[in-house]
């Protein structure tokens, strides 16, 4: 046994990071626990499954319902537990989910459906093929606390609505607000074997990592993710990981500066600055830049911190304080390198231990921890640059590739921009917000993982290809069975003149391509 499986003795505690309220304590899911789980997501899956994509459509949509009903109460929970604003607790999370839920109901049966697969082989023309998809299994799900309902939801509703039952593991500090999605979801007609949380810190995702799933779908750190690939390397498992990142924001010298910094300000200090699509670094073409900076910090400064509860904050606390810690010693080794904090730059301890000041630096450099390693806290670094191209590099100087904005008053230009920049999303004068849009794919490159949540390739992510080939003459042998001879070659070099040699008989291929494969499919 490793020690990421040995059974964690500690209890996990829900705790509001503003008030430091112990909400709730949880005994931790050991490794019996979570195999059990597994076990139980196995033995109900198949009727599950089963059951067909209609009813399972209803079923989300009776989950919508159902959430759509209790949006304040259940934006008030995760506000409590992860302190970020109910407003914006209604934005990125409730309104986020409601949405993810429309669009499984839409998209399921496109998903599930056969695909046909016309080939041109004029060889094996009496054969034709399918692409099938099935669900996997039981799928296994690690979270993140920083969107503790959105980025659990949208990952277990893809699961659920394609066949598969799903164990999920919570970030030990947000096992409230999973367990209450779980809760919706029982209600809505989830079976409870069909979806179960296990409550527990990195002991029980290490658990949920080696357990029996079939396949897993990570969110969080890097360091945490690479260890999963590992794991998941040595038995095949296949993973998705979505990871960190470090997203960089470029303002081109044609941007509107009024709009640009209102964005770099929402951009970095949105949810304490602990989204993956953070604004982490900030680079504004030179002739723009003092008068980019200016409204920054007066943007920054006029930001109200507080109590998420409280309708007018703008920025609730981080999460906890040891990651607030990280983010004060990037900030302080940034300063002692030179770089200056134009606005916050220090804790306000009298909101609480865990609460940092929207922060504001420049005389960055890119050698420097604040630009290479991710943040995840309220740091907008700020760097001037000379010309597109510079621009291009400083942006894909990085471990990372998660997002990336660009701002421009010209499209085109913005989009060209988009073309050069490493990452696995890019946005065109606006950051972070893509990931709510459902149909929008979500995922990085290089450091920022693997595969890919949300719109038709997170619903692909759920279901396994299969590929089925059905000979229409049953009865008749193949000509390439055995038999081989100066006839059989004779023949093959025919076939292959027919298919490549002449012009005419490519038309003839082509023709057969296009026709043929339909009409003999509805003889499967
Ligand atoms: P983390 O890696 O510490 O923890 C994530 C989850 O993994 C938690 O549930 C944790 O209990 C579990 N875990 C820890 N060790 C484990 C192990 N050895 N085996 C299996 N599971 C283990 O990350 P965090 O601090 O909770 O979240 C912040 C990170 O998540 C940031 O890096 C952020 O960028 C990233 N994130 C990425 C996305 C994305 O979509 N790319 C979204 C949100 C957050």
Not at 419 to 432: L, P, Y
Request: glycine share 10%; hydrophobic share 45%.
């Amino acid at each position: 046994m490793t020690t990421d499986v040995q059974i964690a003795a500690r209890k996990i505690t829900s705790v509001n990071p503003v008030t430091g309220e112990v909400l709730r304590e949880f005994e931790p899911a050991g490794e019996a626990e979570v195999n059990a789980a597994v076990s139980r997501a196995r033995s109900a899956q198949p009727a599950w499954n089963q059951l067909g994509v209609r009813h399972r459509i209803a079923i989300l949509r009776e989950f919508q319902r159902i959430l759509h009903g209790r949006k304040s109460e259940i934006a008030r929970l995760i506000t409590r537990e992860a302190g970020k604003p109910v407003g914006e607790a209604l934005l990125t999370e409730v309104l986020v989910v409601l949405d993810a839920a429309r669009f499984c109901i839409d998209s399921a049966y496109a998903c599930l459906r056969a695909e046909p697969v016309p080939h041109g082989n004029l060889a094996m023309k009496t054969k034709v093929g399918r692409i099938l998809r099935e669900a996997y299994g039981v799928v296994g799900i690690i979270c993140p606390w920083n969107y503790p309902f959105s980025t659990p939801a949208t990952e277990t509703l893809a699961a659920l609505v394609t066949g598969n039952s799903v164990v999920l593991k919570p970030s030990e500090f947000t096992s409230l607000v999973a367990l209450e999605l779980a809760n919706l979801l029982y209600q809505a007609g989830v079976p409870q074997d069909v979806l179960q949380v296990v409550v527990g810190d990195g002991s029980a995702g290490g658990a949920l990592t080696q357990a029996a799933i079939d396949k897993l779908v990570f969110t969080g750190s890097v360091p945490t993710g690479k260890r999963i690939a590992q794991v998941a390397a040595s038995r095949l498992l296949p993973v998705v990981l979505e990871l960190g990142g470090k997203d960089p924001m470029v303002v081109l010298d044609d941007a509107d500066v009024e709009v640009a910094s209102s964005g770099a300000v929402w951009g970095a200090f949105v949810n304490a600055g602990q989204a993956c699509l953070s604004v982490e670094r900030c680079y504004v073409h030179r002739s723009l830049y003092d008068k980019f900076v200016e409204a920054c910090v007066r943007k920054a400064k006029q930001l109200r911190v507080g109590n998420g509860l409280d309708p007018d904050t703008d920025v609730g606390p981080m999460i906890h304080e040891r990651q607030l810690r990280i983010v004060e010693s990037q900030v302080r080794d940034a300063v002692s390198s030179g770089a200056r904090a134009l606005a916050g730059g220090a804790r306000l301890e009298a909101l609480g231990p865990n609460f940092y000041a929207p922060t504001v630096l420049v005389d960055v450099r890119h050698d420097m921890r604040i630009m290479r390693e991710e943040t995840f806290g309220p740091v907008l670094p700020v760097m001037p640059f000379e010309n597109d191209e510079e621009a291009v590099r400083l942006a894909n100087d990085s471990d990372y590739g998660l997002g990336a904005s660009v701002w421009t008053r010209n499209r085109a230009r913005g989009e060209a921009m988009a073309s050069k920049i490493q990452s696995g999303t890019v946005m065109v004068n606006d950051c972070v917000s893509c990931f709510g849009i459902s149909e929008a794919l979500h995922g990085g490159v290089k450091a920022s993982g693997l595969g890919r949540t949300h719109g038709h390739f997170g619903l692909e992510e759920m279901v396994r290809v299969k590929y089925l080939d059905v000979d229409l003459l049953g009865g008749v042998k193949k000509s390439w069975w055995y038999g081989y001879g100066t006839e059989f070659t004779r023949q093959m070099e025919g076939v292959i003149d027919l298919m490549f040699a002449r012009k005419w008989a490519q038309r003839l291929r082509g023709a057969l391509l296009t026709t043929g494969t339909f009409r003999l499919k509805g003889k499967i």
